[in-house]
């Protein structure tokens, strides 16, 4: 029932939630996204555009781009969702919102992964780019 819930708080695309907007569709996409975690996340480091730094600058970071579960995972690893608190331009309070939703899903999804398999794959894979 957590799982259900999670996935629809996450993947549903609004922060108001109706009972009858409750979907399954979400759950079988955490599922998947649960299992593929490793492969998923190595697969997009390789695939970053710029190089890694770069990715958690500016106003606009590109690490927002990519699956919810590689940015909590990143922020994990990293720690970056503090450091972007204090220094994003977020008159709108968009990046808040979104950052919020990383911290909140984190302890979730890092009871349902293997963190230290993760970490493992997205090292490959940034070692795989040099």
């Not at 108001?16 to 599922?31: F, I, S």
């Not at 919102?97 to 890092?110: A, G, K």
């Amino acid at each position: 029932m957590v799982q259900f819930y999670v996935s629809n708080a996450v993947y549903s695309g609004s922060p108001n939630l109706w009972v009858g907007d409750l979907n399954q569709d979400h759950l079988e996409t955490l599922r998947e996204r649960v299992s593929n975690l490793t492969y998923r996340s190595a697969r997009q480091v390789r695939q970053f555009p710029l190089p890694f730094d770069e990715m958690f600058r500016g106003d606009n970071p590109a690490i927002f781009k990519f699956e919810i579960e590689l940015q909590v995972v990143m922020n994990v690893l990293l720690g970056f969702v503090s450091d972007m608190r204090k220094r994003l331009n977020d008159p709108l309070g968009i990046h808040k919102t979104h950052l919020d939703l990383i911290e909140n899903y984190q302890p979730f999804l890092m009871s349902w992964v293997d963190i230290s398999k993760v970490r493992a794959g997205i090292l490959k894979a940034l070692d795989f780019k040099k």
